[in-house]
């Protein structure tokens, strides 16, 4: 039945999007990507970096669970689809199914990501393309970045899991790895309602001297969903 009023979900889902996805997503073409080496961050299963590779650009992903082997990714992976497919049926009125067509569509589109993940993920993981890391903390260099993608991460399961401190100290981490643009996506919680401590958070972040501001998006499946952030590290 599609009456639940969120998306209950008990930890954060190992799922992902793909390559097309995300450049709707952060309102990207493809000359934003070829400033300097771009992160991911964090990337779950998306295929992002593993077609952006195939494309030639110099893409990094890093991860929580990027210290798992294969087989357990793999294993999770699995297990979040299939969570994510029913919870999805019982709050299918909390999205615009337009831009995928369905629900089954928008399923395969996951699926497919998680495919092209996976298949890039064990030789990826030894050459290091695959970066094990856990928020608020970043194991790269001082803007060692050009541009840094945040998507369906902080704020989305920020009211239960995540506290507006968190959320702070990981954009401030995001920011002092990169030398271009910061981008985030969504700023609504899983309760479809827009993050309650945004302000909060965009003080502490805008003390360090970062300069946050809010922006249109063109992509909306979340109702509602319809902003990102950009922060520009201080020079
Ligand atoms: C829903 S996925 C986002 C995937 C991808 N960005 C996308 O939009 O397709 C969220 C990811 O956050 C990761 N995660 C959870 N806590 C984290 C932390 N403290 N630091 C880094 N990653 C974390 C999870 O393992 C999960 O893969």
Redesign the pocket.
């Known amino acids: 039945m599609n009456t639940a009023s969120r998306m209950d979900l008990n930890e954060?889902?190992?799922?992902?999007?793909t390559y097309s996805e995300y450049m709707d997503i952060f309102g990207l073409d493809e000359h934003a990507l070829l400033n300097g080496p771009v992160l991911?961050c964090?990337?779950?299963a998306?295929s992002f970096t593993a077609e952006a590779r195939r494309k030639g650009l110099d893409v990094t992903a890093c991860?929580?669970?990027y210290d798992l082997p294969a087989d357990k990714l793999v294993a999770k992976g699995r297990q979040d689809l299939a969570i994510i497919e029913q919870k999805l049926e019982e709050t299918a009125h909390l999205f615009n199914w337009g831009y995928y067509g369905d629900r089954q569509r928008h399923m395969g589109t996951r699926a497919g990501a998680f495919e092209l993940f996976m298949a890039d993920y064990p030789a990826g993981k030894t050459s290091g393309r695959y970066v094990c890391?856990?928020?608020p903390g970043l194991p790269f260099k001082d803007k060692h970045f050009a541009l840094v993608l945040s998507?369906?991460?902080l704020f989305l399961y920020g009211v239960r899991f995540f506290s507006p401190g968190f959320h702070a100290g990981s954009l401030k981490e995001m920011a002092r790895v990169c030398s271009g643009e910061v981008r985030v996506y969504p700023l609504l919680g899983l309760n479809a309602k827009p993050y309650p401590h945004m302000q909060q958070v965009l003080d502490m972040v805008r003390r360090d001297g970062i300069r946050a501001e809010i922006r249109a998006s063109r992509f909306e499946f979340f109702k509602g969903a319809d902003k990102l952030l950009i922060l520009n590290p201080a020079k």
């Open positions: 954060v889902a190992f799922i992902g999007r991911d964090p990337a779950g998306s991860d929580i669970l890391a856990a928020l998507s369906h991460f």
